[in-house]
Each structure stands twice: as structure tokens, then as C-alpha cells.
């Protein structure tokens, strides 16, 4: 059942490009974004956005250095984390 949860949620986002340099954007269908946060790999907070309450974010990620980072999503029915790659 797990299974079939998680693919119900990647049908409901998306997350492009990736790898980016520059922007990011976050889709979500059929759920509102409330907010969400960038990490890098030690765990520090990097970037962060709340009370958003729209299913479109474009995030600028143009200062960021180049390696690999997670953004946590959430939306009002969940969260939601994935990685992505800046160049």
C-alpha cells in the first residue's frame, strides 16, 4: 500500500529542471504548496518560503553553490521531499 501512496504523489508534483543553475519551479496538481525549504547536505536551512497557499513556486537558486540539495514541500495534505542538483 506504501507503494501506491508515494506514486499518488509523484502524480500530484513536479519538480524542473534538475539539474538547474538558475530557477527551480514546483508544481503541484490538485494540492495546494503551503511552503517549503532548501537544504543542503549537513542539514542547514538554506532558503525557505510559508503561507504560499498556490500550486505554482518558482525559486531562484542562481546563488547557490554548485552540489546537490533537498527541498522539503508541504502542501495541506502533505509533505513532501526530494533532491535537486544545482550546476
Same mark, same amino acid.
Not at 494540492?31 to 536551512?45: A, C, Q, R, V, Y
Not at 552540489?67 to 502533505?78: C, E
Given at each position: ?7 499518488? +504523489?509523484?502524480?500530484?508534483?513536479? *519538480?524542473?529542471?534538475?539539474? #538547474?543553475?538558475?530557477? =527551480?519551479?514546483?508544481?503541484?496538481? $490538485? ?14 536551512? +538554506?532558503?525557505?518560503?510559508?503561507? *504560499?497557499?498556490?500550486?505554482? #513556486?518558482?525559486?531562484? =537558486?542562481?546563488?547557490?553553490?554548485? $552540489? ?20
Amino acid at each position: 500500500c506504501n507503494e501506491i501512496a508515494e506514486e499518488n +504523489i509523484d502524480n500530484k508534483f513536479s *519538480l524542473f529542471p534538475n539539474p #538547474s543553475n538558475d530557477r =527551480i519551479h514546483l508544481n503541484f496538481y $490538485g494540492s495546494i504548496i503551503s511552503g517549503w525549504k532548501i537544504f543542503d547536505l549537513t542539514g542547514k536551512e +538554506i532558503k525557505s518560503a510559508e503561507n *504560499l497557499l498556490r500550486d505554482y #513556486s518558482e525559486i531562484d =537558486i542562481s546563488s547557490f553553490p554548485k $552540489g546537490i540539495y533537498l527541498i522539503r514541500m508541504l502542501s495541506i495534505n502533505f509533505e513532501y521531499i526530494q533532491h535537486f542538483i544545482k550546476e
